[in-house]
């Protein structure tokens, strides 16, 4: 679980993938599975931590 969290917060934090990219890379395949673990884990939602790395600039940083 850990691994597959971490994972989820750097493609969500340094990359500019889509959301649903994101979750099928970590394993889900329900957005709202996938939503309430990412919450649970890091205390907010993905939506919320993506605009956050938007707006310290940290989107697209990194390519895969």
Not at 12 to 30: A, F, K, V, W
Not at 44 to 54: H, L, V, Y
Request: hydrophobic share 35%; with cysteine; net charge positive.
């Amino acid at each position: 679980m850990h691994w597959h969290m971490q994972v989820a917060y750097d493609l969500l934090h340094y990359t500019d993938l889509p959301l649903q990219e994101i979750m099928n890379r970590c394993g889900y395949t329900s957005m709202p599975t996938f939503s309430r673990t990412y919450r649970r884990w890091w205390h907010t939602s993905p939506q919320r931590a993506r605009i956050a790395a938007r707006n310290r600039g940290d989107i697209g940083k990194y390519a895969l």
